[in-house]
Nanobody, 115 residues
Framework: QVQLVESGGGLVQPGGSLRLSCVAS????????MKWYRQAPGKERELVAS????????NYVGSVKGRFTISRDNAKSTVYLQMNSLKPEDTAVYYC????????WGQGTLVTVSS
């Protein structure tokens, strides 16, 4: 069974940090690029970051460049999103994603940035 399970969300003050994790199962993790998306209340889901299958290439949406870092550990079938200097506008449900013959989504993890 192909599955993605996110964790690591929570409430953090502006300027704080969080690290999200996404554990994959049911497919050969190292064969697939991975992505993090987010969806804020009342907004469409947007692509935040992506990473190639061996981690040699990463891409970010402009609003998070220099603050967020995507990485992966293929031995642990896990992709991470390190989020620093968080802003209230980063508040959203964060999802990891893989295209394994079809789009696979995790259940999401809520990040709330508020004082």
């Amino acid at each position: 069974q192909v599955q993605l399970v996110e964790s690591g969300g929570g409430l953090v003050q502006p300027g704080g940090s969080l690290r999200l994790s996404c554990v994959a199962s049911g497919f050969t993790f190292s064969s697939y690029p991975m992505k993090w998306y987010r969806q804020a209340p009342g907004k469409e889901r947007e692509l935040v970051a992506s990473i190639s299958n061996y981690g040699g290439s990463t891409n970010y949406v402009g609003s998070v460049k220099g603050r967020f870092t995507i990485s992966r550990d293929n031995a642990k079938s896990t992709v991470y999103l390190q989020m620093n200097s968080l802003k209230p506008e980063d508040t959203a449900v964060y999802y990891c994603n893989a295209n394994v013959r079809r789009q696979i989504w995790g259940q999401g993890t809520l990040v709330t940035v508020s004082s």
